[in-house]
């Protein structure tokens, strides 16, 4: 008998050492609890310009709430707002300043308020979306909805000339479909899935939409540790331009990127009862040339992005 109870004692004991070297990370959210995370990027784009530098800073605070409202053996759906949307750019001493806690005015000549008032309506709208246990927006089932609800309001837009028709196009891509998920997948889509253990690797391929552009991230994780209920894990990314990465039309030119190439490295802690991320801290280097065309004009701007962001699970 004192053999049994020292062989059962043994065997719970590799238990309870194999349990602190695995742990199952997919997203698991409580049903209809709600999450909040904060992310707060700061960002220096240093561009060349017929041979004169220069910088833009920019900041960009973005809260976004999560509740899961139901789940199947394959996906779950979420009600997922965004609470605040802020973004403060400096360029060359001229500062723009649009947030979505002001209301904003359409009609303003003013872009800052005009853009203020999208991101306000924007935060006051419910997306419903479909992930699987990665954390991977698989769908924005009212999608449409929001986009023409925001949309139908650009026609009040008073300013006039390539201004107005950049703005549009700015508005419209802010508020697609594509760019939607890469705002949601900023804070979710990191996980494997399914068990993993210590030292174990994985990899995550998103395409990003962000400035009108679409970038491929390959971005390779590593479970390093395990304690309690806390998963620490570093990942390593890769950034290039999609490969049917559509150009940019501004203000009548046609701006290419498809040498754009960076990579970006991170620190993060994972709550692994909820698969949602409890911080995370990135760094990121994007550089190439910006190919500029148009009737009777051409010109390459070569372009260095360097970044810091991290995402703060709020309690």
Not at 7 to 33: D, R, Y
Request: glycine residues 8%.
């Amino acid at each position: 008998m004192k053999r049994i109870l020292l062989l059962t004692a043994v065997i719970l004991t590799g238990v309870t050492v194999m349990a602190q070297n695995s742990a199952t990370l997919k997203l698991n959210p409580e049903k209809n609890k709600v999450y909040r995370l904060k992310s707060v990027s700061e960002q220096t784009v240093s561009q060349t310009v017929n041979g004169n530098l220069q910088n833009v800073e920019s900041k960009v605070e973005y809260t976004m709430s999560l509740k899961m409202v139901d789940i199947t053996p394959d996906l779950l759906v979420a009600e997922i707002r965004f609470d605040t949307l802020v973004t403060n750019t400096n360029t060359m001493g001229k500062t723009a300043n649009i947030s979505s806690t002001a209301e904003g005015d359409i009609k303003s000549s003013e872009t800052d308020d005009i853009m203020s008032y999208i991101m306000n309506k924007l935060s006051k709208s419910a997306l419903f979306v479909k992930m699987d246990f990665t954390g991977r927006p698989l769908e924005i089932i009212n999608a449409k909805m929001v986009s023409d609800m925001v949309l139908k309001d650009t026609g009040l837009i008073t300013l006039t000339g390539p201004v107005a028709s950049a703005l549009k196009t700015q508005i419209a891509g802010t508020v697609s479909d594509e760019s939607l998920k890469t705002i949601i997948g900023m804070f979710t889509w990191c996980l494997p899935g399914r068990q993993i253990s210590v030292g174990e690797k994985w990899d995550v391929t998103q395409e990003m939409y962000a400035g009108g552009m679409s970038l491929n991230i390959l971005t390779t994780y590593r479970l390093d540790a395990i304690e309690g209920n806390f998963a620490k894990v570093t990942a390593e990314s890769q950034f290039k331009a999609s490969d049917h990465a559509a150009p940019i039309q501004s203000g009548g030119a046609t701006v290419t990127y498809g040498n754009l190439k960076g990579m970006g490295k991170s620190n993060m802690v994972i709550d692994i009862s909820t698969g949602l991320v409890s911080e995370d801290n990135v760094k990121t280097r994007i550089s190439g040339n910006l190919d500029v065309s148009a009737p009777g004009f051409s010109m390459q701007i070569p372009l260095d992005i360097n970044g810091e962001s991290k995402v703060r699970a709020l309690k």
